[in-house]
């Protein structure tokens, strides 16, 4: 869902709006339990199993 709703937004953006915007997103994403499980995941060279928080 974050990633359909900033591109419709990022249209309308410039460039330097786009990314300031991005690294918002990303930083809003890597606050989620499902980052954590798929950080660790990567780590453990695992597969992540997601749950949607």
Do not use: H
Not at 10 to 26: C, D, G, K, L, V
């Amino acid at each position: 869902m974050m990633t359909k709703t900033m591109l419709a937004q990022e249209w309308n953006m410039s460039i330097e709006q786009a990314i300031e915007a991005e690294a918002q997103a990303q930083a809003i994403c890597m606050q989620t339990e499902d980052f954590n499980r798929a950080y660790k995941a990567f780590v453990a060279k695992e597969k992540p199993v997601f749950e949607g928080d």
